[in-house]
């Protein structure tokens, strides 16, 4: 329970929006995302079986592996913006995965089982936790139930038994192996698990119309035609499956030390092990049980704060506004004629903030001097129209 009410903030949101693309999907097949036979130009061909996706029937290939933190390959030029979310990620919900962390031993171990057996990979199971933070009694304003919040329709056409007297979602094996069984429908058309969670969010068909609309099955290249909740539902899993993965270690120091290196190396783990002894010792503090899932240390948390390495002429052109509500990058580019590249630069954790993923009520925003003014002027107005893109994306 008090993971629910930590998670309020981003979990809840995310589960609600899950929730309705469940409907969705069981409401309107995908073969209606856009023009008719418009999949046909993606490579994607999506079949229905009673308004899901059904599973393609050619001879089934391995699955591609999970991306996390530090997999240059996979993220190209983006690799340094996961890493920095991932950072602040930890710093934010430090206290919620603490939490997660000690009560994870057994569900872990349940959902691994079931992965296993399916051969499908063992990352998967981080959504559960951004979906319900491992609470398995979990229900949504929207009717989701379950640690996987799925919804009753959706449930029963996944082999589960739902009624008043027997809700299997909120049974940690069968539902997971329901869940799994809908997570691969979706990897059957969507060929990458990215965009399976973000199918797995919005439902396949936003998906599908913003692969169509770039000609690209890039989660990257997509990512702004993607619902604004899709978006931070799909680098919430990221961070928290990279978290969880790979530094789990640094869950008891309430951050990751600012010289840590994402990408893999042979001696990452001993690096790790240094830090982390290095870092107690300077604390005073002691380190975990060792094998004890959810023992954690008492420790400051390591300044891990990165600092962006503006040019003078950028620091005599910049002021630093405070704003309590999100302002589209997209609204200001259009309206004030600000360079979103620019923007994006010089405010690199925004995401976090309009994402609903930030510690405070407030955002210091640095835009140009020679805007400030009419920004100002107009702010109520950019926060409207804001508001009304996010809910139209």
């Given at each position: 329970?008090?993971?629910?009410?930590?998670?309020?903030?981003?979990?809840?949101?995310?589960?609600?929006?899950?929730?309705?693309?469940?409907?969705?999907?069981i409401?309107?097949?995908?073969?209606?995302?856009?023009?008719?036979?418009?999949?046909?130009?993606?490579?994607?061909?999506?079949?229905?079986?009673?308004?899901?996706?059904?599973?393609?029937?050619?001879?089934k290939l391995?699955y591609?592996h999970?991306p996390?933190?530090?997999?240059?390959?996979?993220?190209?030029?983006?690799?340094?913006?996961?890493?920095d979310?991932?950072?602040?990620?930890?710093?934010?919900?430090?206290?919620?995965?603490?939490?997660?962390?000690?009560?994870?031993?057994?569900?872990?171990?349940?959902?691994?089982?079931?992965?296993?057996?399916?051969?499908?990979?063992?990352?998967?199971?981080?959504?559960?936790?951004?979906?319900?933070?491992?609470?398995?009694?979990?229900?949504?304003?929207?009717g989701?139930?379950?640690?996987?919040?799925?919804?009753?329709?959706?449930?029963?056409?996944?082999?589960?038994?739902?009624?008043?007297?027997?809700?299997?979602?909120?049974?940690?094996?069968?539902?997971?192996?329901?869940?799994t069984?809908?997570?691969?429908?979706?990897?059957?058309?969507?060929?990458?698990?990215?965009?399976?969670?973000?199918?797995?969010?919005?439902g396949?068909?936003?998906?599908?119309?913003?692969?169509?609309?770039?000609?690209?099955?890039?989660?990257?290249?997509?990512?702004?035609?993607?619902?604004?909740?899709?978006?931070?539902?799909?680098?919430?899993?990221i961070?928290?499956?990279?978290?969880?993965e790979?530094?789990?270690?640094?869950?008891?120091?309430?951050?990751?030390?600012?010289?840590?290196?994402?990408?893999?190396?042979?001696?990452?783990?001993?690096?790790?092990?240094?830090?982390?002894a290095?870092?107690?010792?300077?604390?005073g503090?002691a380190?975990?049980?060792?094998?004890?899932?959810g023992?954690?240390?008492?420790?400051?948390?390591?300044?891990?704060?990165?600092?962006?390495?503006?040019?003078?002429?950028?620091?005599?052109?910049?002021?630093?506004?405070?704003?309590?509500?999100?302002?589209?990058?997209?609204?200001?580019?259009?309206?004030?004629?600000?360079?979103?590249k620019?923007?994006?630069?010089?405010?690199?954790?925004?995401?976090?903030?309009?994402?609903?993923?930030?510690?405070?009520?407030t955002?210091?925003?640095?835009?140009?001097?020679?805007k400030?003014?009419?920004?100002?002027?107009?702010?109520?107005?950019?926060?409207?129209?804001?508001?009304?893109?996010?809910?139209?994306?």
């Amino acid at each position: 329970m008090q993971c629910k009410v930590l998670l309020t903030s981003i979990f809840i949101t995310l589960s609600a929006a899950s929730a309705m693309a469940q409907q969705k999907i069981i409401a309107k097949p995908i073969a209606k995302a856009g023009k008719a036979d418009s999949s046909l130009s993606t490579g994607i061909k999506p079949k229905t079986t009673n308004g899901l996706l059904a599973a393609n029937t050619q001879e089934k290939l391995p699955y591609n592996h999970v991306p996390l933190a530090g997999e240059k390959a996979y993220f190209g030029e983006k690799d340094e913006y996961v890493n920095d979310f991932v950072r602040k990620y930890m710093e934010i919900h430090n206290r919620t995965l603490s939490s997660v962390q000690s009560n994870s031993a057994t569900p872990f171990s349940v959902m691994d089982n079931v992965l296993e057996q399916k051969k499908m990979p063992k990352e998967l199971k981080y959504l559960a936790v951004i979906e319900s933070a491992l609470n398995h009694k979990a229900v949504s304003h929207a009717g989701a139930v379950g640690p996987w919040q799925m919804m009753e329709t959706t449930a029963r056409m996944m082999g589960l038994t739902v009624n008043r007297k027997n809700d299997e979602r909120t049974d940690w094996n069968k539902s997971t192996a329901a869940a799994t069984k809908y997570l691969d429908l979706l990897y059957s058309q969507l060929n990458d698990w990215l965009l399976v969670v973000a199918a797995y969010n919005s439902g396949p068909t936003p998906v599908l119309r913003a692969i169509e609309k770039t000609g690209s099955h890039n989660f990257w290249d997509i990512k702004e035609y993607l619902p604004r909740e899709t978006q931070g539902h799909v680098l919430a899993f990221i961070a928290t499956a990279s978290i969880f993965e790979n530094l789990s270690k640094f869950i008891s120091l309430g951050s990751i030390p600012v010289d840590f290196k994402f990408s893999k190396d042979k001696d990452e783990e001993a690096a790790i092990k240094e830090m982390i002894a290095a870092t107690m010792a300077a604390n005073g503090t002691a380190p975990a049980t060792p094998g004890k899932p959810g023992t954690v240390a008492a420790t400051t948390p390591v300044p891990v704060k990165k600092v962006v390495a503006f040019t003078d002429d950028e620091l005599k052109n910049m002021n630093i506004l405070s704003i309590s509500q999100p302002i589209s990058f997209d609204v200001l580019a259009i309206e004030l004629g600000i360079d979103k590249k620019l923007m994006a630069r010089w405010n690199p954790d925004y995401d976090q903030f309009a994402f609903h993923n930030f510690a405070g009520g407030t955002y210091k925003l640095r835009i140009p001097k020679d805007k400030t003014d009419v920004f100002l002027q107009k702010k109520l107005y950019l926060t409207k129209k804001s508001a009304d893109f996010f809910a139209g994306k």
